[in-house]
């Protein structure tokens, strides 16, 4: 059973949520999925992982950024104003925000005290940043993530602040997609601080599994490479995924799952199973 939720964050805007076996609840460990860049809830893959984990018995949590750029329209890129102010500490803010309201009970009474995150691209940065702020989830989930945020040229910079903003095309909307200068000064102004992934994921220790395409070329393989060698290795395990690339050959709209989705589930899964036992 599905059902959706909106929930006001700590900054007064509105994040846009929807919860996969809620007969799970009170019982068994909830599951986060955070997407990426360009990403959104309803995007390919997201709603069939949420079927896919409700039915192995977790209760599954898929939601929209609230600056991600999608309106009421579930799949289309309605609020480009609010995507060009988007900026990652905001996203690390906001999730922070979902995983106190679940501890409040916001989605209902639970029994289980255990969440585990699981980030696709920018969203797997996103969640390990945010064990900075927050300790509580159990465990994290990285798959096709960045190892660093700073991704910009130096002239792409200068012009960058020199306009105020860069734009960035959107391949599947041929929308041309606004990001303004608070998005590059957030991540100058806090790159050694609350943006440091590598920081992060030294400070973590939990158990941490990096799933990734090996012929990613939205984000090379070796950036796995480096989350791995900073982390806590007897709790951390990297799965390197062949000929797959950043979405695991997953479109949009959804077409069907494939053979090297399937098993990125069911690596995931048989992880949660070993963690959790």
């Not at 920081?199 to 990734?212: D, E, R, S, T, W």
């Not at 979405?247 to 494939?258: K, L, Q, R």
Request: proline share 3%; hydrophobic share 40%.
């Amino acid at each position: 059973m599905n059902k959706d939720f909106s929930l006001k964050t700590s900054r007064g805007s509105v994040i846009n949520i929807t919860a996969y076996g809620l007969n799970h609840l009170s019982t068994r460990p909830c599951l986060i999925f955070v997407h990426g860049f360009k990403g959104f809830k309803d995007w390919g893959f997201f709603p069939y992982l949420g079927t896919y984990f409700s039915e192995k018995g977790f209760f599954v949590l898929t939601f929209n950024f609230s600056h991600n750029g999608i309106g009421t329209l579930n799949s289309e890129f309605t609020e480009l104003d609010k995507f060009a102010k988007n900026t990652i500490s905001l996203e690390i803010s906001e999730l922070n925000d979902l995983i106190k309201a679940y501890y409040q009970g916001f989605f209902g009474n639970k029994k289980s005290n255990k969440i585990i995150l699981i980030g696709h691209s920018r969203g797997g940065a996103v969640s390990l940043l945010s064990s900075l702020i927050n300790d509580k989830p159990f465990a994290y989930v990285v798959w096709a993530t960045v190892a660093k945020l700073d991704r910009y040229t130096d002239r792409q910079k200068r012009e960058w602040k020199k306009n105020g903003y860069i734009e960035v095309l959107n391949s599947r909307t041929k929308q041309m997609m606004r990001m303004d200068v608070d998005l590059l000064k957030d991540i100058e102004e806090n790159i050694d601080g609350s943006l440091n992934i590598k920081n992060a994921v030294k400070k973590l220790n939990k158990p941490l599994l990096i799933i990734h395409g090996e012929q990613d070329v939205t984000i090379p393989i070796s950036e796995a490479e480096d989350i791995y060698s900073w982390s806590n290795q007897a709790k951390t395990e990297l799965f390197k995924l062949p000929n797959a690339g950043h979405t695991f050959d997953i479109v949009h709209p959804f077409a069907g799952t494939n053979k090297k989705f399937i098993e990125i589930l069911e690596k995931t899964d048989s992880f949660f199973k070993r963690i959790l036992n």
